[in-house]
């Protein structure tokens, strides 16, 4: 089953959900499946496809992922968009209502909560009634935002957000590769290339590194690590895939080529949560849903959260889906406890 052919969603009769997931990533699938074979007929909200200013594609950030190789049960490797299909495929076969739409505002004042919805990701286009309702909204990689860079993000062609997500490629081994950053994010994914890498370059447009000492010397002390001190990139070479980098001096402006098989952007991520303002939602001090002990309850009563829309620490799918399961098991649980049938 693609992720075009669902079945219809049709609304339950008394036009209130027990359980509405926003987001189709990882979490949110997993969610659904859960709750599926829970029998609380849960719908998925999964999003539209829009830049900002990267894509950003239902599914989540898997869709720009063209192997994956450590998810277990997949021996030989597999696309993420490949993946994503076959969640969303199981998810529906349990009898998941499936909605192409956007979540553009939520108001968690009072139960059922209600939710207004968007098919274009811009404009309301109605609203929606649930129980309980799951945030698996994930988070967006933070993009350079140059036209080549995205190209090759969105194709494969050695262009990720995560190192420790591809970066053991067989494409990226023995190479010459460059990760752009300079916080501890930068380092920690410039540090995992070095396993593998020719040379790993970090391009920093300062000429001092804002990452922690430790993480710096954990870095530096590799003999395969550099630093481009004062430079950006301006542009990304390759047709099909790339082959090196255009950067400016930021001091004297002068412009120069890299040759590099693989392009690493760590310059961080935003969590998917711009509909919740004004939800009552509570927010760690990086913007993230705050859950504040090993589940996934949020401050509201009946609101659930799971991925990387609540972790910014770990960022794997399979992360992820470990807490759409967690999210799913405590609404079934919440949901009975509130004697919702």
Same mark, same amino acid.
């Given at each position: ?39 609380? =007929?849960? +719908? ?6 829009? =830049? ?73 286009? $109605? ?17 350079? !935002? ?94 099909? +895939?790339?082959? $090196? ?19 690493? +952007?760590?310059? !961080? ?70 004697? +919702?049938?």
């Amino acid at each position: 089953m693609s992720s075009t052919e669902h079945q219809p969603h049709t609304p339950p009769a008394d036009g209130v959900h027990k359980v509405l997931i926003i987001g189709s990533g990882p979490a949110g699938w997993t969610a659904a499946i859960y709750a599926a074979r829970a029998q609380l =007929q849960p +719908v998925v909200y999964e999003g539209v496809a829009k =830049q900002d200013p990267g894509p950003v594609l239902p599914g989540g950030q898997l869709m720009l992922t063209t192997e994956v190789e450590n998810y277990p049960g997949f021996p030989h490797g597999v696309t993420g968009p490949k993946m994503m299909d076959d969640f969303k495929a199981q998810a529906a076969r349990f009898g998941t209502g499936i909605v192409s739409e956007d979540i553009l505002s939520c108001d968690f004042s009072k139960r059922p909560f209600v939710m207004t919805t968007s098919r274009d990701g811009k404009t309301a286009s $109605g609203q929606v009634k649930a129980h309980s309702v799951i945030i698996s909204t994930g988070a967006v990689a933070n993009w350079i !935002g140059l036209e080549n860079e995205m190209r090759l993000a969105r194709s494969g062609g050695g262009v990720s957000a995560c190192a420790v997500c591809d970066g053991a490629l067989p494409a990226f081994r023995n190479q010459d590769l460059a990760v752009v950053g300079g916080g501890d994010t930068a380092m920690e994914e410039a540090t995992y290339l070095t396993k593998f890498a020719k040379t790993v370059y970090i391009i920093h447009r300062r000429d001092s590194l804002r990452a922690s000492k430790i993480m710096q010397d954990r870095f530096l002390s590799r003999p395969n690590a550099k630093v481009l001190w004062n430079k950006v990139v301006v542009d990304v070479l390759g047709e099909h +895939v790339i082959s $090196g980098l255009v950067l400016e001096d930021t001091v004297t402006k002068a412009r120069s080529e890299l040759p590099v098989k693989g392009l690493f +952007v760590a310059i !961080g991520h935003t969590p998917a949560t711009r509909f919740l303002k004004g939800s009552g939602i509570e927010f760690d001090e990086s913007g993230y849903v705050l859950l504040k002990n090993r589940n996934s309850y949020t401050n509201i009563p009946g609101v659930f959260a799971g991925g990387d829309v609540a972790d910014a620490h770990y960022r794997q799918a399979v992360t992820a889906a470990g807490m759409g399961c967690v999210a799913a098991l405590d609404a079934e649980r919440w949901l009975a406890a509130n004697n +919702v049938h």
